[in-house]
């Protein structure tokens, strides 16, 4: 029964971010930071795939521990791709408030996250093991931790500044699934916790996306006028 709810659950999830990508992405109306949200829909649907289309064909098929092979390459393209979602979100500070690139700031975030990519492709991460290493987990949420504080309070001084709800929320929701991206650092023993925090994590990337998405519908009622 869980077999089939994660795999329904995910498709699902996979194809709401593909609608809301695909609908930003041809109505977005000239706007750049809305095409920064049309990325970030893609992007993250192609990070969850990686991972998530071979771990259900283990768990539908013969079992997770007779594909761990494919499943570890589904983990490390899921890292990486997910390194770079993180990166595209710099540039909704860039799009959003028209402010100038600032070398020092860019060279640190980048930096920050080839770090943690670097530290993913490590052999220890034990990634093409059923459970992957937790203290390489935490190796590669402490660039990550830093990284979205930096964004975090560059995005809430300018969204604070104009006045824009809506990227104060979507700051908010991004320091949470902060909690939520490395969840085998918190140890979780129990298997229904794992799927909660899943869930959670999924959730709230869809509501992020879902600003955008809002926006741009809004942003085509008024053209109308």
Known sequence: ??????????????????????????????????????????????????????????????????????????????????????LVLSDLIKTRFSTKRKLPMDKLLYGLMIFRAVIGLFPQNQWFLLEPDGTFAFLRFIPLVIYVLLLSITLMAHSMKKGDSNIILFTILMIIQLLLVEYPIWGAEKLWITY?????????????????????????ELSRY
């Open 196 to 220: 909660m925090m899943a869930a959670g994590r999924g959730l709230i990337f869809l509501s992020m996306i879902f600003i955008g998405y809002l926006e741009v519908r809004k942003e085509n």
């Open 1 to 86: 029964m869980l077999k089939l709810l994660e795999a329904v659950g995910f498709f699902l999830y996979l194809i709401l971010l593909l609608y809301m990508g695909a609908y930003i992405s041809r109505n977005k109306l000239g706007n750049k930071s809305h095409t920064v949200f049309g990325y970030l829909a893609f992007i993250l649907a192609m990070a969850d795939s990686v991972y998530f289309i071979p771990r259900l064909y283990g768990l539908l098929t013969d079992g997770l521990e007779e594909n761990l092979r494919i499943l570890g390459w589904g983990r490390i393209g899921q890292m990486l791709i997910m390194t770079l979602f993180f």
